[in-house]
């Protein structure tokens, strides 16, 4: 059984470039705290011992497992710190990798599904794990050893690859993908409707009745899940929501509504609380990027 923690939520790295390769080897002897990015990421497990936690999900890792994390995932290892966990990493901005989407092939659509499907792993067969992996240890040369062209052969490598992960995620309903996950049925319940609801009526006493619970025992058992607080993941996620509004233009007083946020003034707070800067702020950064 996964004993599941009491972390606060807290955003978690910065990226600078567009496009960002990590192979990590060593031993974790400290709790990881749950965590989200403003960017995307994907992780390749390769060794160790260890289970990672997603939306209230989880996943217990085999070799080269990979989990696809959108954005505002929320998300956390749990690691054995007898044994060496080892692992490749790569973070993106999803405006970069857009940039190769043709009418025919959204190269994002495999952050999309596995949202949708609520699995963030994929499990690959034989044939398909041997060109995901002909793929990576490229990828993984070039970054330890650049020459000439190296960037651009490093993000030609990682288009190769999210193409190959498109694939075999968009084939996946033909397989059970349930193996080595837990979570609780009530609560993915919650997860789902709350990120399908954001600018709706989120109140505990109103999602307690979707699922015939007390208020305070949803409360008890979201948190003991999760690792945060109903009203802490329901903030993140509208705060997250809001800025994607942005991005695309829309008037702060309308992201506020569509956002799920009644009052304005306690919108900008809780922005600015989270993000450091105002949302009027945030949108005159946007323009000028």
């Not at 003991?224 to 329901?234: K, N, R, S």
Request: charged share 30%; with cysteine.
């Amino acid at each position: 059984m996964i004993e599941y923690g009491q972390w606060p939520l807290e955003k978690r790295g910065f990226l600078k470039e567009d496009l960002r390769v990590f192979h990590l080897k060593d031993r974790i002897t400290k709790d990881v705290d749950y965590h989200y990015h403003d960017f995307h990421k994907i992780i390749i497990f390769l060794k160790g011992n260890v289970t990672y936690m997603i939306e209230g999900k989880a996943y217990k890792l085999r070799p080269w497992d990979t989990l696809i994390i959108s954005q505002s995932q929320i998300h956390k290892p749990i690691i054995d710190p007898a044994e060496d966990y080892e692992r490749i990493i790569i973070w993106f901005n999803p405006e970069m990798i857009a940039e190769h989407n043709h009418e025919d092939a959204n190269l994002l659509e495999c952050f999309e599904v596995s949202m949708n499907r609520e699995n963030n792993r994929l499990r690959l067969f034989e044939e398909q794990l041997r060109k995901v992996k002909r793929i990576v240890n490229d990828l993984i040369e070039e970054e330890e050893n650049p020459a000439f062209g190296s960037d651009v052969l490093i993000r030609a490598l990682f288009v190769q690859l999210i193409i190959l992960l498109n694939r075999n995620l968009l084939d996946d309903s033909r397989r059970n993908q349930s193996i080595d996950v837990q979570f609780d049925q009530n609560i993915n319940e919650i997860v789902t409707y709350i990120n399908q609801h954001l600018d709706g009526d989120l109140s505990i006493s109103h999602l307690a009745s979707l699922v015939f619970m007390s208020k305070y025992h949803l409360m008890r058992k979201f948190k003991a899940y999760t690792g945060y607080t109903l009203h802490q993941y329901i903030v993140q996620k509208r705060l997250m929501y809001a800025k994607a509004l942005m991005a695309e233009g829309l008037r702060l007083t309308d992201v506020c509504q569509s956002a799920g946020f009644n009052d304005y003034s306690g919108f900008v707070r809780a922005f600015k609380k989270e993000f450091g800067i105002s949302p009027r702020e945030y949108m005159k950064v946007k323009k000028t990027v």
